[in-house]
C-alpha cells in the first residue's frame, strides 16, 4: 500500500491541484483574469517543454515554433466551428452542438495531428543542416505557415477567425462546469507526461546521442534521420495541441499572434529554464507568464526588459535556472515520488 502511494503520488498531487482549480473556478472563487492567467500558464508549459525537446535533448535550434502552434489552432478551429457551432462562413452546424464536450478533445488532437506533419517542413531539411542553418529554415518554415494562412481569406486572412467561444458555451450547456480549465489541465499533463516518457525510453536515447556527436550516433547505427523526423513531429504536434487550446480560450484567432514575435516567447521560456531540462522548461514558463502579466502596465516597454532580463541571465547564468537538472537531482527524495516504468 505504501508503495503504490509513493508510485501514484505525483499523479495524486497533480489530480489534487487539477481539482481545487477546477473547483475554485466553478465556486467563482477564481476571478475571470485569474484563471485566464492560469490557463495560458497551462500551454506556455505545453510550448515551452514541447520546444525543449528539439532545442535541449536533441541539440538543434528551432525558432519557428509558433508556426506549428498556428496550424493547430486554426485547423482545431476550423473543424470545431464547421461541425458544431453556427457561422456565417460555414452556416449551420453539421452536427448537433451538444456533442461538442464530448468531440473536443478529438478536434485538439487532430489539429495536432495537422500541426506534427506540418513539422515535416522542418524535420526533413534537418537531415543536412544544423545550427544557424536550421534556425534560418524554421523561421521560414513561420513565415511560410502564417503567409499562407493570411492569404486564405476563407479563413478571415488576416483578419482572423471567430466563432470558438460558441462551442465552449455548447459544452457548459450539456455539463455545467468550467470546461476550458479542466481542458487545459488535462492536456498539459498529458504532454509534459508524452515527452517525459519520450525523452526516457529507448529511442529517447537516440535523441540524447544526436546532441552529444550525430556523427558517432549514426557509426554506432543510430537511425538519426528516423529520430530527427519523430521528434520534430511530435514538438510540432504538441504544440499544435497548445494552439488549439490557446485558440478556444481566447474565442479567436489572428495569424498575428503566432509571428517570430510568439516564437521568441517560446525560445525565452526554454532557455530560462535550461536546455534539456523538463523541470526548468515548467518553472520557466510559469515564471515567464507571471513576468508578462507583472510588465503588462509597460506595455510595448516590456519587450525592452524581457531580452534586457535574458542577457543579464545569459551573462550570469547562461545555463538557466536548472541547467540540464531536473528536481530529481536537486532533492533526491523526489524521485520516489514517481516511477516511470
Given amino acids: ?33 485569474t484563471l485566464s492567467v492560469l490557463m495560458f500558464m497551462g500551454v506556455n508549459v505545453i510550448l515551452s517543454t514541447s520546444l525543449n ?32 457551432a453556427k457561422d456565417r462562413v460555414f452556416g449551420v452546424p453539421l452536427l448537433d452542438p451538444g456533442y461538442a464536450l464530448y468531440a473536443f ?14 513539422g515535416l517542413l522542418v524535420a526533413v531539411p534537418s537531415y543536412k543542416t544544423r545550427g544557424d542553418y536550421l534556425a534560418i529554415i524554421t523561421i521560414a518554415a513561420n513565415y511560410i505557415i502564417i503567409s499562407a494562412i493570411e492569404n486564405i481569406g476563407a479563413i478571415g486572412g488576416s483578419r482572423g477567425f471567430m466563432g470558438m467561444k460558441r462551442l465552449v458555451n455548447s459544452m457548459e450547456d450539456v455539463v455545467d462546469l468550467p470546461w476550458m480549465p479542466i481542458w487545459v489541465i488535462i492536456f498539459t499533463i498529458l504532454s509534459v507526461w508524452v515527452i517525459r516518457r519520450y525523452v526516457s525510453s529507448t529511442f529517447g536515447k537516440g535523441v540524447s546521442a544526436i546532441c552529444q556527436d550525430e556523427v558517432a550516433a549514426e557509426i554506432m547505427s543510430v537511425n538519426t534521420n528516423k529520430i ?3 521528434t520534430f513531429m511530435l514538438s510540432s504536434g504538441i504544440a499544435g495541441i497548445a494552439g488549439g487550446l490557446f485558440a478556444y480560450i481566447l ?16 525560445l525565452v521560456m526554454v532557455y530560462l529554464g535550461g536546455m534539456g531540462s523538463l523541470s ?15 510588465l503588462r502596465p509597460l506595455q510595448i516597454i516590456k519587450w525592452i526588459v524581457i531580452p534586457l532580463l535574458l542577457i543579464i541571465l ?10 540540464n537538472r ?3 537531482d536537486l532533492f533526491p527524495r523526489l524521485k520516489k515520488l514517481y516511477r516511470f516504468k
Fill in 1 to 33: 500500500m505504501v508503495f503504490m502511494l509513493r508510485r501514484y503520488s505525483i499523479h495524486l498531487i497533480l489530480a489534487l491541484a487539477g481539482g481545487a482549480i477546477v473547483y475554485s473556478a466553478d465556486q467563482e472563487y477564481l476571478g475571470l483574469y
Fill in 53 to 84: 525537446l528539439v532545442n535541449g535533448y536533441m541539440g538543434e535550434f528551432s525558432c519557428g515554433h509558433a508556426g506549428f502552434m498556428a496550424v493547430g489552432a486554426y485547423v482545431s478551429s476550423l473543424l470545431g466551428v464547421w461541425l458544431f
Fill in 105 to 118: 478533445p478529438v478536434l485538439i488532437l487532430i489539429g495536432g495531428v495537422a500541426a506534427a506533419l506540418a
Fill in 228 to 230: 530527427k523526423t519523430v
Fill in 251 to 266: 474565442g479567436y484567432v489572428n495569424p498575428g499572434s503566432f509571428n517570430i514575435l510568439k516564437s521568441t516567447e517560446v
Fill in 280 to 294: 526548468g522548461s515548467i518553472l520557466s514558463a510559469i515564471l515567464f507568464t507571471i513576468l508578462l502579466e507583472l
Fill in 314 to 323: 545569459m551573462q550570469f547564468r547562461p545555463e538557466g535556472i536548472m541547467g
Fill in 326 to 328: 531536473e528536481l530529481g
